[in-house]
């Protein structure tokens, strides 16, 4: 069965400081993979979404980056953290018709 | 843009069904609608997703008009574990577009 591993669960990093953020899925191969971001009480914003290896599609403009250096490992990172940087990150996997499965997330709090 | 609305919040009561509403009048014809639920600060939890027919699983039951422009999702007997945020999705080219959920809370 597949499986998406998400890390860390929790993360507080001060203003100006890198961050990277790891996601890795098993028992699957070439996935799509995404990145989400929550903030308080909203809905989900998709930030990035990639469809095979070094191939990486931003939704929306802002400090963060993500990478695949492997078909199933999706990377999220900032070279210096902002306040704003601040929320619930999600990372998932989808395949054909086997839909959209969500990882456990990580709570970033940027001081 | 979120492709979905739905209400802000439903009280349902334990042991009787809940039916979640949601409108996606823009939808086109070959986006799938997905429901998803989220307890706090978890990921959220697939539960089921219809394109044109009315759908059924172990969780719930997805009904989806004929003209496609909303869906309904119903929980046969809600549990004190089924309070949640309930999110309507649009699948849109690959991609999910959330809009705000529903806080359901089921009192016993």
Sequence with gaps: ?111 | DAKTTQPTSMDCAEGRAANLPCNHSTISGNEYVYWYRQIHSQGPQYIIHGLKNNETNEMASLIITEDRKSSTLILPHATLRDTAVYYCVVDSWGKLQFGAGTQVVVTP
């Design chain 1, 1 to 111: 069965s597949q499986t998406i591993h998400q890390w860390p669960a929790t993360l507080v990093q001060p203003v100006g400081s890198p961050l990277s953020l790891e996601c890795t899925v098993e028992g699957t191969s070439n996935p799509n993979l995404y990145w989400y971001r929550q903030a308080a009480g909203r809905g989900l914003q998709l930030l990035f979404y990639s469809v095979g290896i070094g191939q990486i599609s931003s939704e929306v403009p802002q400090n963060l980056s993500a990478s695949r250096p492997q078909d199933r490992q999706f990377i999220l990172s900032s070279k210096k953290l902002l306040l704003s940087d601040s929320g619930f990150y999600l990372c998932a996997w989808s395949k054909g018709a086997i839909g959209y499965t969500f990882g456990s997330g990580t709570r970033l709090t940027v001081v």
